[in-house]
C-alpha cells in the first residue's frame, strides 16, 4: 500500500508588498524551503527588489517565520537578506536562488544556486554553502566561489539546491542543464535531476 498526502488549499498567506521597508524585498517570494522548529515554521524564499534602470534584476534569499500551530500566521519577517551578494565577476554577483537549509552538529547549513548575467544566454547558475551561528537568521558564505560549478558533464545552469538527511548521510539534490533550446525567441534551459552524498 502506498503512503497518500491529502492537500488542502489554505490561500495566500504571504506577500513581500505587504510588508514596506524592505527595499531589497520588493516583489516575489519563490521558491520556498522550510526549517522546522519546535514553535514555528521558517520559510526560506527568493525575493526581488524593482528592477533597475535598464529593466535588470537581481534575488535574494529571506526568511519568515509561520507558527506551527496556524500556518497562515506570519510571526516574523526577514529584516535583511540572509546573504549578501558576491563580489564583481563571482558566480553569485546578482543574486541568490533558491536556499535550502538544514541543522547540523556544525551548525545550520544552507546551500544556494548564486546566478550572474551571461549575454548569449540569459544567466549561469553555481551551488553555493554558507553557515549560519544565529539560529538561521543570517548565514556567511564557506567561501567566494561555488562547491559545485560547471565541469565537462554538468557544464553549465547548476541550481535548485535542497539538502537532506537519510540515515545520517546528508545529500544535495539539484538540477543541472543539459543543453539551452530556444523558446519564444529566448533561451531556455533543459535540465536533470542529480544528487549526491555531502562529505
Not at 524564499?45 to 537581481?58: A, L, M, N
Not at 529571506?62 to 551578494?85: F, G, H, I, M, Q
Not at 543539459?178 to 533543459?190: D, F, N, Q, S, Y
Request: aromatic share 16%.
Amino acid at each position: 500500500m502506498t503512503d497518500t498526502f491529502v492537500w488542502t488549499k489554505l490561500g495566500k498567506v504571504f506577500d513581500p508588498a505587504d510588508f514596506p521597508g524592505r527595499p531589497w524585498m520588493s516583489s516575489f517570494a519563490q521558491a520556498p524551503a522550510t526549517l522546522v522548529r519546535d514553535d514555528y515554521v521558517r520559510v526560506y524564499f527568493s525575493t526581488r527588489p524593482v528592477p533597475d534602470t535598464k529593466g535588470q534584476f537581481e534575488s535574494y534569499s529571506a526568511w519568515l517565520d509561520l507558527d506551527r500551530a496556524d500556518l497562515t500566521k506570519v510571526l516574523r519577517v526577514a529584516e535583511n537578506p540572509v546573504l549578501t551578494l558576491g563580489d564583481t565577476g563571482t558566480f553569485d554577483e546578482f543574486g541568490t536562488y533558491p536556499f535550502s537549509a538544514i541543522e547540523t552538529d556544525q551548525g545550520i547549513l544552507g546551500y544556494y544556486a548564486g546566478w550572474t548575467r551571461c549575454e548569449s544566454v540569459p544567466f549561469d547558475v553555481a551551488i553555493g554553502a554558507a553557515r549560519s551561528t544565529d539560529g538561521g537568521k543570517t548565514f556567511e558564505k564557506l567561501g567566494a566561489g561555488p562547491i559545485i560549478g560547471p565541469s565537462k558533464d554538468e557544464p553549465f545552469v547548476l541550481s535548485g539546491p535542497k539538502i537532506r538527511r537519510f540515515s545520517g548521510s546528508y545529500y544535495l539534490f539539484y538540477i543541472a542543464g543539459t543543453k539551452w533550446v530556444k523558446h519564444e525567441g529566448r533561451a531556455e534551459p533543459i535540465y536533470r535531476i542529480l544528487y549526491g552524498a555531502l562529505r
